[in-house]
């Protein structure tokens, strides 16, 4: 199973639980490969080139959606060289700062960037990467200038975030939940229209910036011409619960 990004970011850290799953209900180890590199395009050419025979399968995440309207020109066509197996979960986000920083509160954020234009890093999973477009989406509807500080996945981004080399993050719940529960984060806002189980105190973005709703999501993909009984098989195997996910 090929994941786009480096490891210990969200999509690592959920398609691992996901290999763990397949496992288990499978009766065959399921490995995965972390292929960073070109905003997942590397991880995502190499599944399609690989033999149709179910043995290599890329997780496939928001990232390889957006790459299509990013690069003018790939070596592959994600619609007809990938045959879709499943939808996993979706990925609810989080903003999330480190705690030295001065904003306890998403207004408080707000209104210090606006103070403080260019001089917040906010790190990033790389260009069209789910964190990537979160903060983008943030600035077009709050007016506000932050610097995005891009990283070969979230994995090498949360290191830095929770050194003091940047200062905020969107990032995924999945691969925060520990560092927020640690203290070593503060959430001021998630990113879903509602707020979360596992972070029932934490607002919400559209609580404070009227319409902001943002979320990723993960699924598997084969390469095209797989069988379609292999396929099949894959799919009634996928199923994995959200608490195995966020913990």
Same mark, same amino acid.
Request: hydrophobic share 45%.
């Given at each position: 199973?090929?994941?786009?990004?480096?490891?210990?970011?969200?999509?690592?850290?959920?398609?691992?639980?996901?290999?763990?799953?397949?496992?288990?209900?499978?009766?065959?180890?399921?490995?995965?490969?972390? =292929? *960073?590199?070109?905003?997942?395009?590397?991880? $995502?050419? %190499?599944?399609?080139? &690989?033999? /149709?025979?179910? #043995? +290599?399968? !890329?997780?496939?995440?928001?990232?390889?959606?957006?790459?299509?309207?990013?690069?003018?020109?790939?070596?592959?066509?994600?619609?007809?060289?990938?045959?879709?197996?499943?939808?996993?979960?979706?990925?609810?986000?989080?903003?999330?700062?480190?705690?030295?920083?001065?904003?306890?509160?998403?207004?408080?954020?707000?209104?210090?960037? =606006? *103070?403080?234009?260019?001089?917040?890093?906010? $790190?990033? %999973?790389?260009?069209? &990467?789910? /964190?990537?477009? #979160? +903060?983008? !989406?943030?600035?077009?509807?709050?007016?506000?200038?932050?610097?995005?500080?891009?990283?070969?996945?979230?994995?090498?981004?949360?290191?830095?975030?929770?050194?003091?080399?940047?200062?905020?993050?969107?990032?995924?719940?999945?691969?925060?939940?520990?560092?927020?529960?640690?203290?070593?984060?503060?959430?001021?806002?998630?990113?879903?229209?509602?707020?979360?189980?596992?972070?029932?105190?934490?607002?919400?973005?559209?609580?404070?910036?009227?319409?902001?709703?943002?979320?990723?999501?993960?699924?598997?993909?084969?390469?095209?011409?797989?069988?379609?009984?292999?396929?099949?098989?894959?799919?009634?195997?996928?199923?994995?619960?959200?608490?195995?996910?966020?913990?």
């Amino acid at each position: 199973m090929l994941v786009g990004y480096a490891a210990g970011g969200p999509a690592d850290t959920v398609a691992r639980l996901t290999a763990q799953w397949l496992s288990d209900r499978l009766g065959q180890q399921v490995v995965v490969e972390n =292929r *960073a590199g070109a905003a997942s395009n590397i991880a $995502a050419e %190499a599944v399609v080139r &690989s033999p /149709p025979d179910g #043995y +290599t399968l !890329l997780y496939v995440t928001v990232s390889n959606a957006v790459n299509v309207t990013l690069y003018d020109k790939l070596n592959f066509d994600l619609m007809r060289d990938l045959v879709p197996i499943a939808s996993i979960t979706r990925s609810p986000g989080v903003l999330e700062v480190n705690p030295s920083f001065p904003a306890q509160t998403l207004p408080e954020f707000i209104a210090y960037a =606006r *103070a403080n234009p260019g001089k917040i890093n906010m $790190a990033s %999973a790389g260009p069209g &990467s789910a /964190p990537h477009l #979160y +903060t983008e !989406l943030f600035k077009m509807m709050t007016g506000v200038d932050v610097i995005q500080v891009h990283y070969r996945g979230s994995g090498p981004a949360l290191p830095d975030l929770i050194s003091g080399q940047v200062q905020a993050m969107f990032e995924a719940v999945a691969s925060s939940i520990g560092y927020i529960r640690a203290g070593k984060l503060r959430p001021l806002a998630v990113t879903t229209a509602t707020r979360l189980e596992v972070l029932p105190y934490v607002p919400t973005v559209g609580d404070f910036v009227r319409g902001y709703e943002a979320s990723g999501w993960y699924g598997l993909a084969a390469p095209k011409n797989t069988p379609a009984e292999i396929v099949a098989r894959l799919n009634t195997q996928k199923s994995t619960p959200v608490s195995l996910i966020l913990g």
